[in-house]
């Protein structure tokens, strides 16, 4: 068991040695679309990516209709085992919408022997998330 100072120590040494391991400018929040940003995941149970819609309802489901309508692309040309999410629930209690990959294996945050695994599939998933956005992000856009 980790107290409250040493589990965000651990945190924080990880994406410090995330971002000195993959030193790249993610997009994130920077999509341009309001609502839409891509997510990084890791906890004490699991690590996923993730692109979120969490825009009001409306210009959340003419987004999600289009990223719907690009889901074969997404799934044959970038990210087979990508999962969608048209209702998905926060911890808080707020739904978005939400595809995701998620790591298959079990992973902590507080174990650093999984960091290196977590590290290079973030790298990977995020990266072809990142190049099917930018492929099509002026149909996601319109």
Known sequence: MFSKEESRKL?????ISF????????????TKIKGLSFKFYFDTKKAFVC??????LENRIN??????ALKNILHSDYLPEAIYEEEFYLDNGKEISR?????????SIHNKNNWRDVMEFFFEKMSFF???????????KS
């Open 130 to 140: 990142e190049a099917f956005f930018e492929e099509y992000k002026d149909i996601i």
């Open 19 to 30: 971002g000195k391991s993959f030193p790249r400018k993610w997009l994130l929040y920077n």
């Open 11 to 15: 945190r924080e040494d990880f994406w």
């Open 99 to 107: 595809i995701y990959i998620p790591l298959e294996q079990k992973v």
């Open 63 to 68: 987004c999600w209709e289009k990223l719907e």
């Open 51 to 56: 692109l979120d819609l969490e825009n009001d």
